[in-house]
T-cell receptor, first 113, second 109 residues
Framework: KAGVTQTPRYLIKTRGQQVTLSCSPISGHRSVSWYQQTPGQGLQFLFEYFSETQRNKGNFPGRFSGRQFSNSRSEMNVSTLELGDSALYLC????????????FGSGTRLTVV | QKEVEQNSGPLSVPEGAIASLNCTYSDRVSQSFFWYRQYSGKSPELIMSIYSNGDKEDGRFTAQLNKASQYVSLLIRDSQPSDSATYLCAVNYGQNFVFGPGTRLSVLP
């Protein structure tokens, strides 16, 4: 059974640009969450999608957005990149929320220069 | 604000010893609790989940939950150098998982 697939694995972008990251959840998983991980802040929750609806959003500026498609694949977008956006972005999927843990993808390492 | 707290460590134990990792959380309504292991440069991996008060054992791992004290712990018996990693406690606050900062465990040969 394929795991959670994130693309691309690595990205280098310039300040002010925008970026789109992609996540394909485990087949049958309908919940997809995104996290930002940095050495100083740890794992920070960005947003969670379930059946194409954003059900919860973390405390991030509006430059961070996401969406989920009917096949449960998800994308997140960051506009007007700042140096501080450099981080590992992790996608995680679950069959359902509340009682199941999440399975993480390998992440996308974003570097903003 | 819903919080999850862990001692950042590093926690160092000799090979073969019991490693004890602790986590406290701020909201009594939480029902689901999880432990993740993260090796350096890798993504978090789910190792244990616990939903009811008491102990839950899985191989060398035992998760303990005390909802009255808002406390969850992870015991690793017969610790091995391969257990050296950061251990993240996660609490399900409704539709949002909140992760603790993680405890770095080092098992010394």
């Amino acid at each position: 059974k394929a795991g959670v697939t994130q693309t691309p694995r690595y990205l280098i972008k310039t300040r002010g640009q925008q970026v789109t990251l992609s996540c394909s959840p485990i087949s049958g998983h309908r919940s997809v969450s995104w996290y930002q991980q940095t050495p100083g802040q740890g794992l920070q929750f960005l947003f969670e999608y379930f059946s194409e609806t954003q059900r919860n959003k973390g405390n991030f500026p509006g430059r961070f957005s996401g969406r989920q498609f009917s096949n449960s694949r998800s994308e997140m977008n960051v506009s007007t990149l700042e140096l501080g956006d450099s981080a590992l972005y992790l996608c995680a999927s679950s069959p359902m929320t509340d009682t199941y843990g999440y399975t993480f993808g390998s992440g996308t390492r974003l570097t903003v220069v | 604000q819903k919080e999850v707290e862990q001692n950042s460590g590093p926690l160092s134990v000799p090979e073969g010893a019991i490693a004890s990792l602790n986590c406290t959380y701020s909201d009594r309504v939480s029902q689901s609790f999880f432990w993740y292991r993260q090796y350096s440069g890798k993504s978090p991996e789910l190792i244990m989940s616990i939903y009811s008060n008491g102990d839950k054992e899985d191989g060398r791992f035992t998760a303990q939950l005390n909802k009255a004290s808002q406390y969850v712990s992870l015991l690793i018996r017969d610790s091995q150098p391969s257990d050296s990693a950061t251990y993240l406690c996660a609490v399900n606050y409704g539709q949002n998982f909140v992760f603790g900062p993680g405890t770095r465990l080092s098992v010394l040969p």
